[in-house]
């Protein structure tokens, strides 16, 4: 019995020297301390012992696996070494599951050699088949597997490894719609910084960095505070346009001087460049490693936890247009990284640039009127507010032209390429409660306040609530409670709040233009009696209530639209208090609407991918009519008259003064939603009055009166957009905050 036996050992102890290698090289101890388990004989076939073998790994299973190993190889390879022979390879190659195919068996004694094909299944290279492969098995109380790393993939022995190699092509562009770059692969940045001693005036650079760099002037001076005086500290990236522009304020209020030697103020390098940094980044998105949280998604689309990718926006809805497919290939390599083996790889597919129905300078113009706007009104309520939005979009065809959420960031931060202290910078962010990272144009919801009345005469009007010459007196007070059993006995016009006359005998389109609270509380209230859904109905019909579809720039609030069951909730519903709450997105697309007569157009922002005039390029988006609401002519002409003389009434309209003067007409509404704290500033416009293009709209929480706020600020996106000189921000934006006068138990608001 000895001598039968003896031939068979010796040959599995000389496979055990030549295929798996020495147990050292092995990483483990050769006499391990793991008991081996007493196997039980079995009848079961090599063919069968293969079969469950692969069954186990195609599921993951190595308790069964190594159940299925024989005793020597359980020596050399102690179970959690066996484990994790196969968890590094699966990891590489991004393991989806494995099927085999039997070609032959042969009998040597007491052994068996097994001829088989395995596909190993990759979603990063498909199936990687590894043909005519050898498998040794013993008699050990029945057939067990002498296993060794080779029995993964041929060739793979205990110090080879295996190799996955990326080549990844640049990521290509993003475009404004006149092919200006708004994200650009391999653009120049540069890089400031400061010290305190070096500045002529600490209070102006800190101005001129605030103009610059699109911050506010509080956001620089807390970076001030983190350092003395002598250190030289880095204060912003910003483009070489943009630092050309300010150069001569730098150098002379910062002492931000660029040189060419070893103490120059201004770096310059290159990267993935967002032009603007910051004028889009809600829009455009960033790119950054693979999140620790997102590492098996990415890792199941072929990346790596390593790899840069788009984390957010158009960056991220489509990254593999703008990334392309990287060539990736799988090798087993040995320990000098010499190859051994190829076994699989995929061919990459060229990377596209991605087209955007934005108008850079629009949305230039945009952010920075906000920028500008809110340091110029520090003093006053630009230190209370909590941010806002403002949205421009082409009234015939739905398209976003700009979208600028306030405050921003630079989405330079998230690159690892960043010359950014990213901890202080990610500590600053988080602290701050205007929440920067957040997308105030369709992430958060507002109480609209009077820019809801466009609606209210709408619905009123269409339903002949009120004809359009019928007379109503706006009188500063209104009683509702008889008439319609409203909670409050008696309401105040916003009018009388504010020291102002009656705005008296009124039409329904003067009262849109003056804004008269007691005429939306009237026909709110007779809509109330007659339908108490009907106002919701029309706003409905208007795309409120709903998200617009456009949610590839982040979560899309939907707004509210809760059905008064009292006339006292209706009544505040009519003027844009209550249960209401919209969007800056929405009522964009309410403004245009009213604008092109009636037609609701699908909001969008991505046109093409690829490049212009070749096979490549294709149209993602085209205007998509939602649907033609057929508007009540009647009822349309009275809501635009009362819109257009918003601005051209000097007797009522609210935002009048604020265009007096322009060089171009438009159609507006002003609002002032009432809040617990300061109020939400609103306007809606389109622009031009005689042949709409353009539909506006914009909110600043916590702030003040719509025409003191955001009016001013679309007065100066206009006045460049169209090259018009420049109007002045109001000057008592220099003075004092001076909350407005409120009164509780109602919503009492005006312009």
């Known amino acids: 019995m000895t001598q039968r036996l003896l031939p068979i050992y010796l040959l599995l102890l000389l496979f055990v020297m030549t295929a798996c290698d020495s147990a050292l090289t092995a990483g483990a101890p050769a006499n391990s301390s793991e008991p081996i388990a007493v196997t039980q004989v079995t009848s079961a076939q090599p063919a069968d012992v293969l079969r469950d073998f692969i069954v186990a790994w195609d599921a993951e299973d190595y308790d069964t696996m190594y159940r299925l190993i024989a005793s020597p190889s359980r020596s050399i390879y102690p179970r959690q070494v066996f484990e994790n022979r196969y968890t590094v390879a699966h990891s590489a190659i991004r393991f989806d599951g494995v099927e085999h195919a039997l070609n032959e068996v042969t009998f040597q004694g007491e052994t068996a050699v097994i001829d088989y094909n395995v596909g190993i299944q990759s979603p990063t290279f498909g199936v990687i088949e590894d043909n005519n492969r050898v498998m040794r098995m013993v008699q050990e109380g029945g057939w067990k597997v002498a296993w060794s790393p080779m029995d993964i993939f041929d060739g793979l022995s205990s110090e080879a490894r295996l190799q996955v190699s990326v080549r990844f092509p640049p990521r290509e562009n993003i475009y404004d719609r006149n092919g200006q770059v708004l994200a650009e692969q391999n653009g120049t940045v540069l890089s400031l910084y400061a010290l305190q001693q070096d500045m002529n005036n600490v209070d102006d650079c800190v101005e001129t960095l605030a103009a610059a760099t699109r911050q506010q002037a509080n956001v620089i001076r807390s970076i001030f505070a983190d350092f003395f005086v002598e250190t030289r500290f880095h204060i912003a990236e910003m483009d ?113 640039p991605v087209t955007l129905t934005i108008d850079r300078d629009l949305q230039e113009y945009t952010a920075e009127a906000m920028a500008d706007a809110v340091n110029f009104a520090l003093p006053n309520w630009g230190s209370i507010t909590l941010g806002g939005a403002i949205v421009a979009m082409d009234v015939n065809t739905g398209e976003i032209l700009s979208l600028a959420s306030y405050p921003t960031f630079d989405p330079h931060i998230f690159n690892p390429d960043t010359q950014y202290n990213v901890n202080a910078i990610f500590q600053r962010l988080n602290a701050d409660q205007r929440s920067p990272l957040q997308n105030k144009a369709v992430s958060e919801q507002y109480a609209p306040g009077s820019v809801y009345k466009v609606i209210t005469t709408l619905a009123a009007a269409s339903e002949d609530i009120w004809q359009p010459d019928q007379i109503f007196n706006c009188a500063l007070e209104w009683s509702g409670q008889e008439r319609f059993g409203d909670a409050l006995e008696v309401r105040y016009d916003w009018r009388i709040l504010n020291d102002l006359d009656e705005a008296g005998e009124i039409t329904m389109t003067q009262a849109l233009t003056s804004s008269c609270n007691p005429f939306f509380w009237e026909v709110g209230a007779l809509m109330f009696q007659q339908d108490p859904d009907l106002l919701n109905q029309y706003a409905r019909l208007l795309g409120l209530g709903r998200q617009t579809g456009i949610e590839i720039i982040g979560p899309e609030a939907s707004g509210d639209l809760a059905n008064p069951a009292v006339s006292t909730q209706a009544i505040n519903n009519a003027i844009g208090q209550g249960d209401v709450s919209v969007t800056a997105l929405q009522m964009a697309q309410v403004t245009a609407l009213i604008a092109n007569g009636g037609k609701l157009y699908r909001p969008y922002f991505v046109s093409h991918v690829g490049q212009p005039d070749t096979e490549s390029y294709e149209v993602i988006n085209e205007p998509q009519l939602v649907r033609d609401l057929d508007l009540d002519p009647v009822a349309l002409a009275a809501t635009r008259k009362g819109m257009c003389d918003v601005i051209s009434d000097t007797d009522l309209g609210t935002a009048s003064g604020v265009f007096e003067g322009a060089p171009y007409t438009l159609c507006a509404k002003t609002g002032t939603a009432q809040t617990a704290g300061a109020p939400n500033a609103w306007f809606i416009a389109y622009y031009p009055a005689e042949d709409p293009q353009i539909a506006f709209a914009g909110v600043m929480a916590n702030s003040r009166e719509g025409s003191e706020v955001v009016a001013p600020m679309i007065r100066r996106i206009l006045d460049n957009y169209l090259d018009a000189p420049e109007w002045s921000f109001p000057q008592w934006w220099q003075g004092e905050y001076i909350p407005l006068p409120i009164q509780t138990e109602l919503f009492a608001e005006g312009g």
């Open 240 to 352: 070489s346009e943009r630092f050309f522009q300010f150069r001569e304020a730098l150098e002379f209020n910062c002492g931000i001087v660029s040189t060419d030697d070893a103490f120059s103020n201004v770096l310059q390098y290159n990267t993935r460049r967002y032009y603007g940094h910051g004028i889009a980044s809600h829009l455009v998105g960033y790119i950054g490693r693979v999140p620790g949280d997102q590492v098996q998604v990415w890792e199941a689309r072929g990346y790596s936890e390593t790899d840069l990718v788009g984390l957010t926006g158009v960056e991220n809805a489509y990254e593999e247009e703008l990334a392309g497919r990287p060539e990736r290939f799988l090798r087993i390599v040995e320990p000098g990284g010499t190859p051994i083996r190829e076994l699989g790889g995929t061919v990459g597919t060229p990377p596209q």
